[in-house]
T-cell receptor, first 116, second 115 residues
Framework: AQTVTQSQPEMSVQEAETVTLSCTYD???????LFWYKQPPSRQMILVIR??????QNATENRFSVNFQKAAKSFSLKISDSQLGDAAMYFC?????????????FGGGTRLMVKP | GAGVSQSPSNKVTEKGKDVELRCDPI?????LYWYRQRLGQGLEFLIY????????KSGLPSDRFSAERTGESVSTLTIQRTQQEDSAVYLC?????????????FGPGTRLTVL
């Protein structure tokens, strides 16, 4: 079974600064997808960024980028120029690449606080 | 059109009662998922529907939990004889698996409190 671990229960960053959230995972498969979701107090899970394991290039979405290290099974999220609206819970998630078992496996989350 | 919707937003019930939670997926999305999120924790998979195929129930924690979905529309998650340990946020997501990387879009969840 796959597992996802987020070792930082809480992180804090100053507005306009950069912060990196860590995620490691365990799988025996070679093809899979990884995601970062944001969950503000409204409870709505919002997709931040996703990465296909077969792609060597790290995904980037505006101020959000990932550092995907396949051999190390590491998938960290970097938020640049942090904004007050970035404050939320962030969840790392794993999904198998094939149709069988499309459910997401989530880590325990990291609460990000942004200081003005 | 609109995103995934769920009702009710909050539900308070007494131990031993049955509850039904509803999920309306995004129109056209053939896949629908239920997850449970206990306080301060990540999401746990419960059940997965894909079109008319038999659902994947591998995440249901006990036989008190069941879910139905008619075609590619609304789904209901039923918890019978609720226990205090069932208190959690129940999140629904839908996706369109025909895409290369289908993204799951989540609803706002139902917060269930069992007294």
């Amino acid at each position: 079974a796959q597992t996802v671990t987020q070792s930082q229960p809480e992180m804090s960053v100053q507005e306009a600064e950069t912060v990196t959230l860590s995620c490691t995972y365990d799988t025996s498969e070679s093809d899979y997808y990884l995601f970062w979701y944001k969950q503000p107090p409204s409870r709505q899970m919002i997709l931040v960024i996703r990465q296909e394991a077969y792609k060597q290039q790290n995904a980037t979405e505006n101020r959000f980028s990932v550092n995907f290290q396949k051999a190390a099974k590491s998938f960290s999220l970097k938020i640049s120029d942090s904004q007050l609206g970035d404050a939320a819970m962030y969840f790392c998630a794993y999904r198998r690449a094939y149709n069988a078992g499309n459910m997401l496996t989530f880590g325990g989350g990291t609460r990000l606080m942004v200081k003005p | 059109g609109a995103g995934v919707s769920q009702s009710p937003s909050n539900k308070v019930t007494e131990k031993g009662k049955d509850v039904e939670l509803r999920c309306d997926p995004i129109s056209g999305h053939t896949a629908l998922y239920w997850y449970r999120q206990r306080l301060g924790q990540g999401l746990e998979f419960l059940i997965y529907f894909q079109g008319n195929s038999a659902p994947d129930k591998s995440g249901l924690p006990s036989d008190r939990f069941s879910a139905e979905r008619t075609g590619e529309s609304v789904s209901t998650l039923t918890i019978q004889r609720t226990q205090q340990e069932d208190s959690a946020v129940y999140l629904c997501a839908s996706s369109s698996p025909g895409l290369a990387v289908d993204t799951q879009y989540f609803g706002p969840g139902t917060r269930l409190t069992v007294l």
